[in-house]
């Protein structure tokens, strides 16, 4: 879609200090159809819709792991029962058919070109890209060979429609639940052009956290074949603890601030300084919160001195400014935080095409919440980080 040159002006892509935008943060949305091409002794395991309780859940390994928030009558009208497995392209087609719910996401989000318009009506040059659906029941799997086959699928799919443009910056998910296949299918998505690797935030079902001995074989492999590793928050873990009043606000909160727990396992442990040429991207989890952890690390580190173990040569901050950085939307909090994080590891995303996200006025909430930024620092934080990072060419200003 083209835009006016009265649009252009309003939302900043007039701006020499907002063009070629990288998005360090969106979302592909992958065909629920997709896991019919399992095995059929996996496919039931798969993630799918299902009944139960009267909701439309989201099911995975016979266990229900969201209610979607499908209005009721949407359903009133269909044939589907308690313990029924919903047809995705039914569903599809009903939402379709949902003046409301269509309008939620945009119709260009599942066409690679659809997408490069929409990516072009919000100044946006080049965009990272995460799963949508996978994203938030992959990493709570149990079944290993299950894990592997999801992100082999997943990885193919979006390998073989997404190659079409540089401007598509590909991200593998990995199965790490065997840290060996996770190796192994990130040496094959780096030699198929993928950017970086997906973990969860919070490994709650591997068995061990980060700060764990068994992986540094992975550690070792990402740092050679030189991917970025990116925790996108949510994931790992149950994202809806609170279940009574204020779960809406209390969940988010916890969902998006929990990042901070992985940061200090990584840096603490000496992961990142045994590592020095490893990154790791901290991805939807708002900069707010950063500056205080980086004290907060240091001081531990000065004050407990004599309980440290690892002795680190650098301060646990100086780790982190050199191999990570953490993505955000609208976070006017971590842009006057400046003095204490620095901005080598900020990094804007719109979050397209999720509600929460800023597209498609991504240049105006850019301009409103930076307004008092150097200018430096904001083509940094807005592409030039990203591009750095990724390896992107940017087009000429």
């Not at 690797?197 to 956290?209: E, F, I, M, S, T």
């Amino acid at each position: 879609m083209s835009i006016t040159t009265d649009e252009r002006e309003e939302t900043g892509q007039g701006d020499p200090r907002f063009r070629n935008l990288i998005s360090a943060d969106n979302h592909v949305t992958e065909p629920l159809t997709l896991w019919e091409a399992l095995p059929p002794h996996l496919r039931s395991q798969a993630p799918h819709l299902e009944v139960r309780d009267g909701r439309t859940c989201v099911v995975v390994e016979g266990r229900v792991l969201t209610r979607l928030p499908v209005p009721k009558e949407l359903m009133s009208d269909v044939r589907w029962k308690e313990g029924d497995e919903i047809p995705s392209g039914e569903l599809l087609k009903k939402i379709a058919e949902s003046e409301e719910l269509s309008q939620l996401v945009s119709p260009e989000a599942s066409d690679p070109d659809g997408r490069l318009r929409d990516l072009d009506r919000d100044g946006v040059y080049a965009e990272v890209m995460f799963p949508n659906q996978l994203i938030f029941t992959l990493f709570r799997l149990t079944n290993p060979e299950l894990q592997l086959s999801l992100c082999r699928l997943y990885n193919d799919w979006l390998h073989d429609g997404y190659s079409g443009s540089p401007r598509f910056i590909k991200i593998a998910a990995l199965p790490m639940l065997d840290i060996d296949e996770a190796i192994k299918e990130m040496r094959r998505c780096s030699q198929r052009g993928f950017r970086g690797v997906l973990l969860p935030v919070h490994p709650d079902y591997l068995g061990h956290r980060y700060n764990h001995p068994d992986y540094e074989p992975f550690w070792t492999a990402a740092e050679e074949i030189g991917m970025p590793v990116h925790f996108h928050s949510g994931t790992g873990r149950e994202q809806r603890p609170a279940r009574n009043p204020g779960g809406a606000v209390i969940n988010y909160v916890i969902t998006v601030g929990g990042a901070d727990e992985t940061v200090c396992f990584l840096t603490g442990s000496g992961v990142l300084a045994r590592h020095p040429d490893l990154k790791v991207v901290m991805v939807e989890c708002g900069a707010g919160w950063l500056g205080w952890v980086l004290h907060a690390m240091d001081d531990a580190y000065r004050e407990h001195h004599l309980m440290v173990e690892p002795k680190l040569e650098l301060l646990p901050s100086e780790y982190f400014r050199r191999q990570g950085y953490v993505t955000f939307q609208s976070d006017p909090v971590g842009l006057n935080n400046l003095q204490f994080t620095g901005d080598q590891s900020l990094m804007w995303g719109c979050d397209y095409p999720h509600l929460e996200g800023t597209w498609p006025d991504s240049l105006r909430y850019l301009r409103e919440q930076m307004a008092d930024v150097p200018d430096e620092s904001i083509e940094r934080i807005v592409w030039g980080n990203a591009a750095a990072l990724y390896g992107v060419s940017v087009p000429e200003i």
